[in-house]
Structure formats: structure tokens, C-alpha cells
């Protein structure tokens, strides 16, 4: 006989939330679980709990085993003695029993989309392809299963449905029938982007393709999904809500972006938009996997596992005091083909078990369970999710700031399509060739980056990725440079030439605006004594001749009081005694390395380094610029974080501080020498300019042009690599204001954030995307920024990977992110970045008093939208002979014209508004120009409310705080 020290096997007695029948009885599976027995042992397990007293026989194996056993339910909460019995030992535990809940599992099949990454972007289009045919077989052969088995597919993003009808058109008759009975299901969002990044109508269009499938399909898209990118735009909920998406599932990748580490967010809750609409959100709770969940619960492997893992979880998540009775899983991992397997376990799984009952489903049917019976138990939440990972943009840092910049000129492209369509009957307006830049676009700025792949196959696959992916950059830009430049000039050559030749200036933009402009005419239009006169006021205005060249000359012209949504006629005449120039009231002064300019309201010096070391707006009296960390604002900094995980094509899944947020340090590079090369200055209309040139460590040449032009900075530098610097340094351009502890707040979409309190719980704090300003105040004075070409701004100083957990910036530094380092020079054939040389253009706008929206709005969004200019020769046989003015007029306090396209429908145009400055707001909308024949009022999306009463030949209407309205608008002459 062997004996067996008792302390030396361990023993555990699990109840599991699994409900069997058993010979008609409803019964509870308990787990035993017997560790490191010497030799197999016959064994009897006792359980006593209230009358129950019941005895198993177990065959002990030597080793480890399991076993089950079955037992009737509690009805509420009861211990339990349980008892192992092997020969002379026994093994006693004590077992709190609860009632079990009646458990749904919605489980969720997709595959996720990554354009690149895995594999080419071409190739990517085929593997989603693949995989909605196959999903449409699966459907067909699982047809006559038990419902909750029947196998069902998610179209993550609606770029898989676009892709394969153009592919395989003659499938449209089946996809119909699988969306009808349920079997497919298309989520809203077109892809997955750095939604953060995207402008108003790239987040409206974003949402477009659904609409055309519930057109066309009948589809009827009610939830959408964002996986793997830890971030969604604030403003895209109040979109999602108007345009009929009441449904959120977001699966967050951790990897740099701890939201499960620092959310406090219960599950699901109902996220509020800046306007007040609302989506139901549900979040996966896997930092490491997220969307892949599924296979961590062995949906991937097979029967035996799920039965292993699941019920596990499931008790995970009852005793962290989860307290509803369904659960969304979801498995669908980087462009990965789709698998029946979930399916055929599901159906052996619900023929074993009578509960938890595992449901193959589409988001949209856990949603309306959620909704249905939890609504009135879910928190209502507010704030930016800001991304963690819109930095990867660093990396391609000249192809991300050329999208920045052409975000505004797809925007004016629409604009002054419409235009050209008013006034020019020879015009077409491009309703297809807009569209397809914007999905270019949207592709472009989607979470891959630039598209190449993590472990690529060859450098040629590299390559071919890369190509790819700025083919999709070229899609998205080309076509609106020149689309823009076709429909100003059709808008431009449908005016009538009056008696002299004229420069047409364009503004559009809901308000009456001015600025300099620059127009190339023939250059006989200019003579000496020549004049530039307001058709308007009929007074000279300042201008001078840049660059004549030939028979042509660039002039300059400070336009002003253009008027809103429309234009106005500069004359070129050869009036005598009219002035030329205005008095220069602005002065320079020269020394040494530095210069200062100064007028009646601002004065600043700047460095031969392109450095401005000290500006102080006279009329509030305050100083500008903290010199004590700093080197002035427009400094350029090089930051190096501390190594923290791997290189590319290493495994990222290594190192668990990328997924929690443990904060890495890092130091700043103090350059060891610097060239200065030049310091020049000139004047132009007033306005003057100082220019540097310097050398950093002979590795990058920085050039800066800083221009004082009335209240306003205007800032452009030019980066070029002279090499690749040894380190992963990353560029940052600081702005560091002396304001300490300021009140913070940027443009957003559809939203004017405060960084401070309007974040949601779990969103990274480290940086923020910015869209046409961010503004620094304090109580009696303050400063607006707008930036051009970047979109990333950490406040307070450099927070690059600080994983911030709460924010309250004590300084008025602001961090524009630039670049990383070595993203340039490409190396050999790669497209991006090739001629290396960003320009970096900023505005600052000092200003006394308290901040106001509407002039934080109109400089940001002047400058995102500049004003156009073309020439119109005299007596030009144009057919369009009113008078200059508006074509639009809007008139309110704070509702601003947001959008300006042709219908989708063909019928009519869109007009889209939006309340800027958070509060109500009543507005007119007219045509002076047309008359308004009928109006509608649509979704963002252009599904139909309802019709619109006309009132004294305008739309009357009232917005809320922040609330967007579209409306299509049929006009006639
Ligand atoms: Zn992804």
C-alpha cells in the first residue's frame, strides 16, 4: 500500500455557470479538479448543501484530471460542504453556491480590415472578397440549422461590400437575400480610420456608403464597428445618431494605447455626441487581443476548448460584477479568412447545453438586446476619444500633412463645384470624381498608414505595398488640386468682363472676409501708374507687382470685405492720383542675429534660427513667450524616447508595457551645432517678413519665414534632411506661451473641445488632433494657433508615449509633432517622402479679453479655406451678368455653413450648417441669386426627413447648441 500525504494533492470544486438536462432535470455542471495524485485512486465526492446530500464516484487518474458532476440549482445564494474521499484520506472544502444565470454569448464573425499590413492592398481587396462569398455559402449550407447556429457574417467596413460588388456584380441577388434573412449584416463606417484626423465631410462620407446600401440592398445598417484603432472623433456620434446608427462596438488594440488601463467606462454605456446624439457603445475587454477575442475563448479550435475557457470567463465576469446575462464575443483578426468552425461549435454546444447559450449573430441583434432590456441601467458619457495612434502618421510625415492640407481643398473643391454649376450652364459637376477622391481619401488616412506590410514576404511584396497605398494618396489629392482649379476657373469664366480687366476674388466661406491675395494677369493690365480699385466702393486699394516675368505679372492685393459665399471685382485701371501702396506702418529693426518688428499692436524679435523670442501684444500688455525651458516659439526639438519594445517586423506582443501604459521617458537632443545662414527681411502691403536659414548638427537645414501682418503671426518654415539622424528621434515644433495653467480648447469636427474635462475616460491625453485652431487663455488675454500642415499637439510640454491619466497642463507649451526622424530620406523605392522638404505653415493670433469662439472660428477656418483669385479679362464674353454679392447668404450669431455639394440624388443641392459656438441659435438661409424653389431637410447622409416650409423665399430654423443640419435645397434662376 502506497500512502498518499495528504497536503500534497490539491483539490478544487468549482461551480460553472454550465446548465445541462439531465434525464429531464435542469442541473448545474460543477468541475472537480484533482493536481498531482501518485497513482489512480477510486474516490467518492460528498457534496452536503441544504437537503441536498449527494454522493459521485470518481475514477481518479494518476496526475492531474477533471471531472463533472452535476447538481440542482440554488435558487439563492447557499454554502456548500464538499467532500473528496479517496481510501483513508479525504480533502474538505467549503463552496458558495449562487443562482446561474441564464447566459446568451452573441457571438460575432468578421474578419478585420487592415488595407496593407498583412498583405498588399490589392491583395487585401481579394481576401474580403473571398470571404463574403464564402460567408455567402456558409449561410446557404447552414440554412436549415437550429437558428442560433445558422452561421452569420459581419462586413466590418462597408469598403469590403464596395469592393466586392464591383468584383463579383452578378452576386448582388444573393447578397440581397442574405441581408434580408439576416445571415449578412454591413456595418456603417465605410473603414477604419484615425478618425481624429478626418475632416467634417471626410466623417460625413464615411457614413455614405451605408446609405447607398440601404438604397440599394436594402440594408438597413444600424450599428457600426471601429476595431484595433484606439480612437473615434467625439463629433462622428452626433453623425452616427442623425444618421440613423444607434449602435457602437469598438474593439481597442492596446499596443501603445492603454484605454483598458485607464478607462473607468462600464460596459456597454451610451456615448453622447457634442449636439446630444447618442450611440449605444459596447467595448471588448481583451487588451492584448481586442477583436480577436474569440480565439482566446478557443472558437478557433474546437468544442473541447470553448467548454474549457468560456464558462471561466463568463465567471470572470460575474465576479467582477458585470450585471447583465449576454455578452458580445467577436473574432475577426487582420484580413484572416473566415472559418465555419464557430458555427458547427455553437450548434454541438447548444445540443449539449441548455445554458449559456451561444448565439451566431451580427452586432446589430446583441445591440437591440442591450437596449431592450438595459437602457434605463446604462451611464450616459461625454468627451473626445482622441487616438493614440494618429502619431504613426509621423512616419510618412510630407504625404500626412499634404492629406491635412487636402482635407480644406476637397472641401472648397465641392464648394466652387457648386459655384461653377450656378453660374457656368457648360459645367458638369463631378458628383462621381468627387466621391471617389473622398473614398481615396478615407482609404488613405485609414489606420495602415502608408500601407506597407509588417512582415513582408521580399522587399518587392514592400514595395508593392507601398506603391499601393500612395496610389490611394495620389486618389485622394490630384483630383481635387485640379478639380478645384477646373471649377474656379469654369465659376471664374462665366462672369461677364466689364469695361477694364478685373481680379475675381472668391470667398467661400459663410461670412464677409479679407486678405491678401495673389493673381498672375498679363502684365499689361499692370503699367506704372496703374491702379487696383474695389468695384464695389471704388476705391483704391493696396497692391503691388511681385514678380513680373514676360508678358506676365503676379500681383498682390489686399482684398477685403469679400463678400460671404460669394465674390468681388478688384478693377485694374489707369486712373491717375489713385494711391498705390498704403503708408508702411510697421517697423524693422536689424541686429546682429535677430530682427524686430513692431506695429500699433504687436511686437516680436526673431532669431536667426527662425526662433521668436519675445512678442508682446501691446494692447493687453502681455509678454508671449516663455524663454526659460524654451528656445521661443517656432523652435524645432529633437525627442528621443527610451527603447521600449520592437522594431518593426518584431513581436510587438513581447513587451507588456506597450499595452499598459507604463510611462516611457525620454530626453531631448540639445544640438551641438548650429549654422546660421542667412537673416533677411522685406516688406509686401505692410506686412513684413523676416527669413532665417540655419543648420541643425548637419542633419536638417530649417528655414522659417515669420511675417507680422496687422494682430497676426504668420508663420512658414521648410524642413529638408540633410541625412538620417543615427537616432528614432522624433520633430517637434514648440509654441511655449507664458501662460501658466491656461484654459485649453481646439476645434474638433462638429466640436469645440476642452482637453481638460471633455475626454472620455480611456482616451489617450499624451496629444490631441487639432482641426483649423487651437486657443491658450487666460482671463483677460490669450492666443489662438491654427496650423496648417500639423495635426498633433501635446500640451504642456513633450508627452510623447507619458501615457498621461490626468490632465491639467501647467505650462502654455504647446508640442506640435512633426516627424519621426529616420522617416526621411525614403530608402530605395519607396514613394513616400521622396524630395524631402515639409512645409510647415502656422498662424497666432493674439487677442485681449476673453476668448470667443466665432473669432477662433473665423481665423482657423479662413485659413484652411483661403480666399481664391482669378483674372477676368475686359469685355470677356461671359453669360452670367449680375451683379457681384453672396450666392448664399447665412445669416445668425453663430450658425456657419459647414458643406456646399451636389445631391447625391442629382436633384438639388446640400447645404449643411452647424452651430459653432455652443449655444441655440436661430438662422436664415437664402439665394439672393436663385430663387429657392423647395427645401428638404435630409440626414447628414441625405436620407430624406421631411420637407422644409419656405418663408419670405429662405429657410428659417433654429440649431442647438453645437447641432448640425443638412439641407437639400432646389433652386431655380
Ligand atoms: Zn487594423
Not at 179 to 195: K, M, P, R, T, W
Not at 254 to 262: D, I, K, R, S
Not at 518 to 535: L, N, Q, Y
Request: aromatic share 10%; glycine share 6%; charged share 20%.
Amino acid at each position: 500500500m502506497i500512502t498518499v500525504p495528504q497536503e500534497a494533492v490539491a483539490f478544487e470544486f468549482n461551480p460553472t455557470p454550465l446548465i445541462v438536462a439531465e434525464r429531464g432535470e435542469v442541473r448545474q455542471v460543477c468541475r472537480v479538479m484533482v493536481h498531482d495524485l501518485p497513482m489512480p485512486t477510486d474516490a467518492t465526492l460528498r457534496v452536503r448543501r441544504g437537503d441536498v446530500d449527494v454522493s459521485f464516484p470518481l475514477d481518479l487518474p494518476a496526475g492531474r484530471s477533471t471531472h463533472e458532476v452535476y447538481l440542482p440549482e440554488v435558487t439563492e445564494a447557499q454554502g456548500a460542504a464538499v467532500e473528496l474521499q479517496a481510501g483513508d484520506l479525504s480533502w474538505r472544502t467549503e463552496v458558495d453556491f449562487t443562482p446561474v444565470r441564464r447566459w446568451q454569448v452573441f457571438f460575432v464573425n468578421h474578419s478585420h480590415t487592415d488595407i496593407g499590413f498583412t498583405h498588399t492592398p490589392s491583395a487585401v481587396v481579394e481576401v474580403h472578397n473571398k470571404n463574403l462569398e464564402r460567408a455567402l455559402e456558409f449561410a446557404r449550407a447552414t440554412a436549415d440549422w437550429p437558428s442560433d447556429a445558422r452561421y452569420r457574417w459581419t462586413c466590418e467596413s462597408a469598403w469590403q461590400v464596395q469592393n466586392y460588388l464591383r468584383a463579383r456584380p452578378t452576386d448582388r441577388a444573393r447578397l440581397i437575400d442574405a441581408i434580408q434573412d439576416g445571415s449578412v449584416e454591413i456595418e456603417a463606417l465605410y473603414i477604419h480610420s484615425y478618425f481624429d484626423l478626418l475632416s467634417r465631410e471626410q466623417l460625413v462620407r464615411s457614413l455614405a456608403y451605408a446609405q447607398r446600401m440601404r438604397n440599394e440592398l436594402g440594408a438597413p445598417v444600424t450599428s457600426a464597428m471601429i476595431c484595433d484603432v484606439p480612437g473615434c472623433a467625439w463629433s462622428l456620434v452626433d453623425l452616427f445618431a442623425a444618421s440613423g446608427i444607434r449602435f457602437l462596438a469598438i474593439a481597442p488594440n492596446n499596443f501603445l494605447a492603454p484605454f483598458h488601463a485607464t478607462t473607468d467606462l462600464p460596459r456597454p454605456f451610451f456615448w453622447q455626441g457634442p449636439a446630444g446624439g447618442r450611440v449605444l457603445v459596447w467595448y471588448t475587454d481583451d487588451p492584448y487581443w481586442a477583436y480577436i477575442e474569440g480565439a482566446r475563448h478557443g472558437f478557433w479550435q474546437g468544442l473541447e476548448q470553448v467548454e474549457e475557457k468560456l464558462p471561466a470567463k463568463l465567471a470572470r465576469l460575474e465576479s467582477d460584477g458585470y450585471p447583465f446575462d449576454a455578452v458580445q464575443i467577436q473574432l475577426g483578426s487582420d484580413n484572416r479568412p473566415l472559418r465555419l468552425l464557430p458555427a458547427t461549435i455553437a450548434r454541438e454546444w447548444n445540443r449539449k447545453y441548455l445554458s449559456p447559450r451561444i448565439r451566431i449573430a451580427t452586432p446589430s441583434t446583441f445591440f437591440r438586446h442591450a437596449e431592450e432590456q438595459w437602457s434605463d441601467r446604462l451611464p450616459v458619457v461625454t468627451g473626445e476619444w482622441q487616438s493614440s495612434w494618429s502619431q504613426t502618421t509621423l512616419h510618412y510625415p510630407q504625404e500626412a500633412a499634404a492629406s491635412r492640407r487636402n482635407h480644406g481643398t476637397l472641401d472648397l473643391w465641392e464648394r466652387f463645384a457648386v459655384v461653377a454649376d450656378w453660374v457656368n450652364e457648360a459645367f458638369v459637376y463631378p458628383t462621381a470624381e468627387v466621391a471617389a477622391a473622398y473614398d481615396a481619401s478615407l482609404l488613405f488616412d485609414e489606420h495602415s498608414g502608408p500601407k506597407g506590410i509588417w512582415r513582408p514576404h521580399s522587399p518587392e511584396e514592400a514595395n508593392q505595398a507601398l506603391r499601393e497605398g500612395y496610389q490611394m494618396f495620389e486618389e485622394a489629392t490630384l483630383p481635387a488640386r485640379d478639380g478645384l482649379a477646373t471649377a474656379l476657373a469654369s465659376a471664374t469664366n462665366a462672369l461677364s468682363g466689364g469695361e477694364t480687366p478685373a481680379a475675381v476674388v472668391w470667398n467661400m466661406l459663410s461670412w464677409p472676409r479679407g486678405g491678401i491675395v495673389e493673381v498672375d494677369v498679363p502684365a499689361a493690365w499692370i503699367e506704372p501708374d496703374a491702379s487696383v480699385v474695389d468695384e464695389e466702393t471704388g476705391q483704391a486699394v493696396p497692391h503691388e507687382v511681385a514678380e513680373p516675368a514676360g508678358d506676365e505679372a503676379r500681383v498682390r492685393i489686399r482684398a477685403g470685405d469679400v463678400p460671404a459665399m460669394g465674390y468681388k471685382r478688384y478693377l485694374f485701371t489707369r486712373d491717375e492720383g489713385q494711391a498705390r501702396g498704403a503708408a508702411p506702418s510697421a517697423s524693422l529693426t536689424v541686429k546682429g542675429d535677430s530682427a524686430t518688428i513692431e506695429n500699433e499692436q504687436i511686437a516680436l524679435t526673431v532669431e536667426a534660427t527662425g526662433g521668436i523670442t519675445d512678442l508682446v501684444d501691446a494692447r493687453s500688455g502681455a509678454s508671449l513667450v516663455e524663454t526659460n525651458t524654451w528656445p521661443g516659439l517656432n523652435a524645432l526639438v529633437r525627442y528621443v524616447a527610451d527603447p521600449h519594445g520592437p522594431e518593426p517586423g518584431g513581436d510587438f506582443t513581447a513587451d507588456k508595457r506597450l499595452y499598459e501604459g507604463t510611462p516611457i521617458g525620454g530626453r531631448v537632443v540639445n544640438p551641438t551645432f548650429v549654422q546660421t545662414e542667412e537673416i533677411v527681411s522685406w516688406r509686401s502691403l505692410d506686412r513684413v517678413t523676416v527669413s532665417t536659414s540655419a543648420i541643425i548638427d548637419d542633419l536638417y537645414r530649417w528655414r522659417s519665414e515669420v511675417a507680422l501682418d496687422g494682430d497676426q503671426i504668420e508663420i512658414t518654415n521648410r524642413l529638408s534632411w540633410l541625412d538620417r539622424p543615427a537616432d528614432p528621434e522624433v520633430l517637434y515644433i514648440l509654441f511655449p506661451f507664458a501662460s501658466p495653467s491656461p484654459c485649453i480648447r481646439h476645434a474638433a469636427q462638429y466640436a469645440v473641445v476642452d482637453p481638460c474635462t471633455q475626454t472620455l475616460s480611456g482616451s489617450s491625453l499624451d496629444s490631441f488632433a487639432i482641426q483649423h485652431w487651437l486657443d491658450l487663455s487666460t482671463q483677460d488675454h490669450g492666443v489662438t494657433v491654427w496650423s496648417a500642415d500639423l495635426a498633433l499637439a501635446d500640451y504642456g510640454g513633450i508627452n510623447m508615449q507619458r501615457f498621461l491619466r490626468r490632465f491639467a497642463p501647467e505650462t502654455g507649451t504647446v508640442a506640435f509633432r512633426v516627424a519621426t526622424g529616420r522617416s526621411l530620406p525614403p530608402r530605395d523605392g519607396d514613394p513616400f517622402g521622396r524630395r524631402p522638404c515639409l512645409e510647415l505653415r502656422f498662424a497666432i493670433r493674439p487677442y485681449r479679453g476673453v476668448f470667443d469662439p466665432l473669432a477662433a472660428h473665423h481665423f482657423g477656418e479662413a485659413r484652411t479655406l483661403p480666399l481664391h483669385v482669378a483674372a477676368l479679362p475686359a469685355q470677356h464674353p461671359g453669360f452670367w451678368n449680375e451683379q457681384p454679392g453672396s450666392l448664399v447668404e447665412l445669416d445668425s450669431a453663430s450658425v456657419m455653413l459647414t458643406g456646399l455639394k451636389g445631391a447625391e440624388s442629382g436633384d438639388g443641392y446640400i447645404v449643411r450648417v452647424w452651430e459653432s459656438a455652443g449655444r441655440r441659435s436661430l438662422a436664415r438661409l437664402s439665394f439672393p441669386r436663385h430663387t429657392l424653389l423647395a427645401a428638404w431637410e435630409e440626414t447628414p447622409v441625405e436620407a430624406e426627413i421631411g420637407r422644409v416650409e419656405l418663408f419670405e423665399g429662405g429657410l428659417r430654423f433654429e440649431l442647438g447648441p453645437f447641432e448640425t443640419a443638412t439641407f437639400r435645397c432646389v433652386l431655380g434662376r
